[in-house]
């Protein structure tokens, strides 16, 4: 009896699992099959990555070998998010590195990561380069930069009817910023130490989105975000929020690979080169014209 | 040569000495009871004859085969375990709580052994469970599960499932004392029935009239000593012994 | 973006969550046994060791094992990571956490059962291996359902640690999702899917402790 039943219960659990092992491939092709045809997603490379990862590790430094592996936050619209209405990631910076990669015949591969951790995933080589509208400003040492490609302003969001009109005024307020974001570097920079210390408080949370909720909510006053972010939550909720005329910060974006790897770094700017030179960027951009790209994208060296 | 001799046998736990040179054997068809007051290493004395206690010297045999022996240093060495596999299946032990497998039923806890243990036969044993079922008058009850019995059930399904690996030796650890009084009746009744069919027995009890009754030998322990040893007319009717008498003396008191 | 296709994509990371919930449970129930029964062994050395990892795995956040786990290899001993990785150390990370949790739970079944069914087994005639498979565990079993069932179901919540690794899952879909609408809302849908996959979990666990109750 007894050891029926554990014979039925084991066989049970086991057919569960493997049912469960099939039924999640089952289901994360079937995710694929309405963007499939698009263009290539995340999953099939890590089918196909046997062969991927042995030349990962014969390549330390060139990209040999097809694939080139983007690491992207997937919660930073517009230059690397979830297309809803596709399932399929993209953005900005995705469709650059889809265009570069379709003229370099390179397969490309976005991968979503936790932005708390892209320095070990940069430096285990899990992606080539981090391509998601990173600052360039204040890293110059950290990662081997492609020459930088859009102009990124960190500005102060707020409510639409809050009395904030001007930096002046964000004194005694509480502000956020995502964590480890550039306007967090910048907002805690030497420049900005007299503006910072008249908040009431410097709060961070890993997510902008989360951020914004939280002034709506009533629990910061402002929102301390590049211009981009800032943009795209305006447009998803008309009249909420305003921005302040002056940015706290200049700065610039560019690609990051990991410090060192100036063979593959090369590859890429002369395709993007390529690319800015024939207008494909621009076209790209004007994609995104919503967010103020084509103002912001660097055109001249 | 006796079926079973423990020999010599010496026991401490920690600073306590448990068994002080005891030396006991057993004939076939022989009924031994073992009384004496709690503490007495009476039931220690059953747990180094059944091997849940190892013995610190002495040695054990059955049926002339050495469980365990004496080295040099007169320290009890074990047999290895092939040998150990072998002796185990000539006795069988009855537990004051009975230690029923709770999952199992009635008719599995007296199979599962000899079926799995002793290879026999499935067809052979279950034959032999049920005609031990019906001879403890559990008829009807093989498919129960131990909860479901009284204690005085669970403990006959006990006897039984020792019966039913069909030892040369049975022994019992107080087998009614967590019954109920009325419950006790029962045991004693099949324990006696077994004595009529000459199954070698040592059993360790506080019923007194049912020693004197049963068994053809009674041995009276004490802090760790054989105090008084023999027929039960002479040991529970006329100890020679003043600890003896003074242990019976409380006895029928409290009785 | 209407609700439906907000449950579409969550949906599409469902499969990620259940294959690290099914693949845990798979993997660190029976290591579980094996580290209690090393957490049992007589020889000091061992249950010392294990011990220890016990302590530690208990007393670090998961969150960070999963980081060990991951980067550990390139850092160590500076492996290249392939991105079958990601997966994998998520299943490790996973699975050596909750057998430290199985473990313990499994070692207080086994030691709330009687001495006397060991002893009355070892009279039998049970070799060791047969009286812990046949008597001990499956009372074992039985004895430790309601605090297994706690361990499940907080391992239904804590797939979503997965995010660290960066590993698709539900709730990682959940946020993108979010992100993109600029709304709470996702997370709200994924909190139903968390809620009705552990209605599941509840349900299957009553009829297991159902059928096990033919006895006490």
């Known amino acids: 009896m007894m050891k029926k039943l554990a014979a039925m219960l084991l066989t049970g659990v086991m057919a569960v699992s493997l049912a469960a092992c099939g039924g999640s491939t089952a289901a994360s092709t079937s995710s694929n099959d309405s963007a499939a045809e698009e263009e290539v997603q995340e999953e099939p490379a890590e089918e196909a990555d046997a062969a991927e990862a042995e030349a990962d590790a014969a390549t330390a430094e060139a990209n040999d070998d097809t694939t080139f592996v983007v690491g992207f936050d997937a919660e930073y619209p517009p230059y690397g998010y979830l297309d809803e209405a596709t399932g399929d990631y993209t953005g900005f910076d995705l469709e650059l590195a889809q265009e570069l990669c379709n003229r370099r015949g390179w397969t490309l591969v976005k991968q979503p990561i936790n932005w708390d951790n892209k320095d070990a995933e940069i430096d285990s080589g899990t992606i080539d380069c981090i391509w998601n509208g990173m600052t360039y400003t204040g890293r110059e040492a950290d990662y081997t930069w492609s020459d930088p490609y859009v102009n990124n302003s960190i500005v102060m969001a707020v409510l639409a009817d809050s009395d904030i009109q001007t930096l002046a005024d964000l004194a005694g307020k509480v502000v956020i910023t995502q964590t480890e974001s550039s306007a967090q570097t910048a907002l805690e920079s030497e420049e900005l130490a007299d503006l910072t210390a008249t908040f009431a408080d410097l709060q961070k949370n890993p997510s902008y989105n989360t951020c914004f909720t939280d002034m709506q909510a009533g629990a910061v006053d402002a929102i301390a975000v590049d211009i981009g972010v800032a943009q795209y939550q305006m447009r998803n909720n008309p009249d909420k929020f305003r921005i302040l005329e002056e940015p706290i910060a200049a700065e610039q974006y560019a690609i990051a690979f990991k410090l060192g790897n100036e063979t593959l770094r090369d590859q890429v700017q002369e395709t993007y080169d390529e690319m800015l030179a024939d207008g494909t960027v621009m076209k790209i951009a004007e994609n995104y014209a919503d967010d103020n790209l084509p103002d912001m994208l660097i055109t001249e060296k | 040569m006796s079926l079973f001799e423990i020999k010599n046998v010496s026991k401490s736990f920690g600073d306590l000495k448990v068994l002080n040179d005891i030396t006991v054997s057993v004939d076939k068809g022989e009924v031994v009871a073992i009384i004496g007051p709690s503490g007495s290493g009476k039931s220690t004395l059953l747990r180094c004859a059944t091997m849940l206690e190892t013995m610190d010297s002495g040695e054990l045999t059955y049926h002339g085969e050495k469980a365990a022996s004496n080295d040099a240093d007169g320290k009890s060495v074990y047999a290895p375990a092939s040998a150990l596999r072998k002796i185990k299946s000539y006795y069988g032990l009855v537990f004051q709580q009975f230690n029923l497998f709770p999952h199992y039923d009635v008719l599995k806890n007296l199979c599962d052994a000899p079926i799995h243990v002793q290879k026999r036969n499935k067809t052979e044993v279950t034959k032999e469970a049920m005609s031990l079922i019906k001879k403890m008058g559990l008829e009807g009850k093989e498919h129960y599960y131990p909860q479901q019995l009284s204690g005085g059930q669970q403990q006959r399904v006990a006897i039984a499932r020792a019966l039913c690996m069909n030892p040369d030796i049975l022994f019992f650890d107080e087998p009614t004392s967590a019954l109920d009084p009325e419950l006790t009746g029962e045991i004693l009744k099949v324990i006696r029935q077994l004595a009529q069919e000459h199954m070698t027995m040592v059993i360790v009890t506080h019923e007194m009239a049912f020693a004197r009754d049963v068994a053809d030998r009674v041995i009276f322990m004490d802090g760790g000593y054989i105090v008084e040893e023999g027929r039960p007319e002479d040991v529970i009717s006329n100890p020679t012994e003043e600890r003896t008498k003074r242990f019976l003396a409380r006895f029928a008191e409290n009785g | ?216």
């Open chain 3, 1 to 216: 973006m209407s609700l439906i296709s907000v449950i579409q994509q969550i949906a599409s990371g469902f499969g990620a969550t259940l294959l690290i919930f099914f693949c845990t449970l798979l993997f660190s129930m029976p290591l579980g046994v094996l580290v209690a029964l090393g957490r049992m062994s007589k020889f000091k050395p061992l249950s010392l060791l294990i011990q220890g990892i016990i302590s530690v795995l208990r007393g670090t956040p998961l969150m960070l094992q999963l980081i060990v786990v991951f980067y550990g290899p390139y850092y160590a001993f500076g492996i290249k990571l392939s991105t079958n990785w990601r997966l994998y150390a998520t299943l490790i990370g996973f699975s050596i956490n909750y057998a430290a949790y199985f473990a313990e739970i499994f070692r207080a079944g086994i030691q709330s059962i009687p001495v006397g069914q060991t002893e009355a087994a070892t009279v039998l005639g049970y070799t060791k291996v047969q009286t812990f498979l046949k008597i001990i565990f499956p009372q074992m079993i039985k004895r430790t359902i309601p605090p297994v069932t706690n361990e499940v179901i907080t391992l239904v919540k804590d797939t979503s640690l997965s995010f660290v690794l960066a590993y698709q899952e539900m709730f990682t879909y959940a946020k993108q999702v979010s992100a993109a609408m600029s709304s709470l809302m996702p997370l709200f849908v994924a909190g139903v899917f968390y809620y009705i996959f552990n209605l599941v979990v509840t349900i299957v666990m009553d009829r297991i402790e159902k059928a096990l109750s033919y006895y006490n």
